[in-house]
């Protein structure tokens, strides 16, 4: 686990675990609203809509704010700190972070950092991209972010969480019937019908 601020000189990937059963929390069942109650500094209404609109991919998010709040101590806010409309929260960001930077990620949102991590005294400050465990960047992408990097001093984190368990197997085929797997199919032209 980190134990401090990425290092300024080189690209930094971490990581971390995450099970298919929280993510089916997630997109489907109550672990959002939990961790809304839980910690109400990272998550709050605004989150959870976007959870809706886009379960899997805020789950990502989600999770590796959360990961980054409970293993460094710092607050994080997801998507939103590039927004004016958003006040304090992207007061958080334009107060910390400079100019070239704020211009830089304003000309290409999709491609900003969907975490802007900060201590709460106001001392430090990075930002996080989430990559999903079976993605790679593009080639812009990557560019973007070597390009951020430079400008942020190395004040950029990339965070991969990774599933350490198999998805929920899917279920059997079920026969018109019910039945698994049978219902009214013929017998392959290839086997002999066997008599029960």
């Not at 930094?12 to 939990?34: K, S, V």
């Not at 704020?102 to 975490?115: K, S, W």
Request: one cysteine or more; charged letters at 25%; aromatic letters at 8%.
């Amino acid at each position: 686990m980190p134990e401090s601020a990425p290092d300024r000189e080189s690209p930094t990937a971490i990581h971390f675990p995450f099970t298919h059963r929280q993510a089916t929390r997630f997109r489907h069942g109550p672990l959002a609203d939990e961790w809304v109650r839980q910690y109400p500094s990272l998550f709050d209404a605004a989150n959870l809509r976007r959870r809706r609109d886009r379960p899997q991919a805020e789950f990502l998010k989600w999770r590796s704010a959360l990961f980054i709040h409970q293993s460094l101590g710092r607050q994080c806010l997801i998507d939103d700190y590039l927004d004016p409309a958003q006040g304090g929260r992207h007061a958080q960001f334009r107060t910390r972070v400079g100019d070239k930077v704020q211009r830089l990620m304003r000309r290409h949102p999709a491609l900003a950092p969907a975490l802007f991590v900060f201590d709460p005294d106001g001392s430090d400050w990075f930002l996080a991209s989430v990559q999903a465990h079976d993605e790679a960047p593009d080639a812009t992408r990557r560019r973007f972010l070597a390009q951020l990097r430079e400008l942020t001093g190395g004040r950029l984190l990339i965070l991969q969480p990774d599933p350490i368990d198999a998805p929920a197997p899917t279920p059997a085929p079920r026969g018109r019937d019910g039945s698994p797997g049978r219902g009214r199919r013929r017998p392959s032209a290839s086997l002999p019908a066997v008599a029960a």
